[in-house]
């Protein structure tokens, strides 16, 4: 049974694409006279998600209105009558429109969305609450931006200051105004977003590669990514897997569109995807470089202008990330994730259609296809720097993994598609086909189920339950609860009760406090509480164990649940 009414998770899953892609589509219409419906409409999500969440980050922090529901939907009725004025006035450039035209690969694609789908909410089947802690952590921040009204939010966890950074900040604010657009409860939100962000990412895969005709290999190879608890991944509703979307929608951008007129729009999807999940920004830039060298010819300047582009998120990167990019750091990169376990999340049948992908694109060079397989080797070279010599960024190389296999993906599409055109006879070129698809999805979907056997629940069914019951019958004035600090994060996104302790989490870690000290928590809970004295100290109202606990100041008021009746303390 849901946590929330199911028609929410309806709302959610079908509100996202159409509230924000509709201000994008208008915006597309005059700029992009040649393009079926199904690009614009997909890469005018993406530019309706970026343009809504600027306009409500900006009305919130350089106006001061309060980061609610009639901003959410100021900022959408403003950018939408902006575009369809802009759309009307040059009407002239994109009417009479074609009428959408639905074809068999388009069948064959809704078909393999339904499958990407159900790929993707698998290890959801059996509970409706985020998987990962990251999910948490994102669940959290947006939560308390609509909590509190604001973006520079009071960290929710202790409720004593903002946090000292938030380096995802953008991804925060645009699913704090997708829940003010929708209404959705926050845990159908989170139980929508990766089918939702996995068909986008599949369907702009889609419409990259069916500009050399190779779409549905494409799309067949993106929808195979794999997730890991380690390098993420579509499974999870986290910033990279919105920021994997991206990157084939800025491709489409600046690859079928008309530069002078779209180099406004690419520029707001970088900037939005650099404060979003800057790594993804990073793998659009060097993608955007790439295209822009190996197009020079076609026109210089506009080459020039698309560089100047490229190099937005790493120039903001030194700016933003000043600590995390100095000389010292790049010069001592370190990591625990070995080369082995990346070729066996790719798979060998990806990988050797990737390298045969890349061959035959050296024999028949396309700026576009030579783009992606520039952009992979990029990503290995970038991996190979930091494991042989540790130069580098812990975080873009802990990113690149998925990167390269998204563009590694794309070039094993043509790969594929090669195979079904071959000058063979018709019977042995199928059976070719159908053997080498039958092979990569016979290998990626067992691997898959596998590596979800090693997701964990952060919190069971009754710790979930206890939450609940806590959320509706303890008052939250005052209250503080000591809680396992790795349940601390959810315990207190469910609840609303400030936490003494949750890990992992970065949101208090910069400054000197009595809270958030995860070895004395943990020592606390593995004894029977008696310590009174270090309780108070704690402002601690609250216990959350399954131990007995030997301190007459507490009584259990639920299973698990034991709340402070003497004396009296504020936190």
Known sequence: MLPFPSGDLVVAAAGIPLLFGLPGLLALLPLTPGWGWLPRALVGVALGMAGVTFAAWGGN?????????????????????LAGAAAWLARHQWLPLARPRVGRKH???????????????RPHWGTALPLHQDEWSHLS?????????????VDPHLGLWPPPSDGEIAYHVLLAVAKLLTGADWLALFLALPPLVAALLVATAFCCGEREGYGLEAALLVALLPTSIRVLGP?????????????????????????RRTLPLLALLLVFLFFAHPQSAAAAGVLTGTYALLTARRGPWRSLALLALAAVPFVLGLVVFRKQTEPDDLLAAST????????????????????????????????????WVATSL????????????????????????????????????????????????????????ALAVLLVVGLAVPAQAAREGEYYQVLSPTDYDNAIWARDHVPHGGARALVDPWQGNAWNTLTGIHVYAAQPFGMTSLRASPYQNVPAALRMLASNMSDERTLQRWNVTLLVTDHPVANANFTEVHPGLWQRVRPNLSS
């Open 61 to 81: 922090a350089l106006l001061g209105l309060p980061l609610d529901a009639r901003l959410a939907w100021g900022s959408w009725a403003a950018l939408t009558l």
């Open 107 to 121: 069948l064959v694609l809704a078909l393999l969305l339904v499958g990407v789908a159900l790929f993707v909410t």
């Open 141 to 153: 921040a947006s939560k308390a931006m609509v909590d509190q009204a604001r973006v520079a939010f």
């Open 235 to 259: 499974q999870y509703a986290v910033p990279l897997a919105l920021g994997l979307f991206f990157i084939p929608a800025s491709f489409l951008l600046f690859a079928g569109a008309a530069p």
């Open 336 to 371: 625990g994730l070995p080369v082995p376990e990346f070729l066996s999340l790719f798979g060998a049948a990806a990988g050797l259609l990737f390298l045969a992908g890349a061959f035959l694109t050296l024999l028949d060079p396309n700026p576009e296809r030579l783009a």
């Open 378 to 433: 990029a990503h290995l070279l970038l991996i190979a720097l930091f494991v042989t010599v540790h130069v580098g960024q812990n975080n873009l190389f802990d990113r690149a993994w998925m990167h390269g296999m998204l563009t590694m993906s794309m070039t094993g599409g043509f790969a594929l598609h090669a195979l079904r055109r071959a000058p063979w006879r018709p019977a042995l070129r199928v059976g070719a086909t």
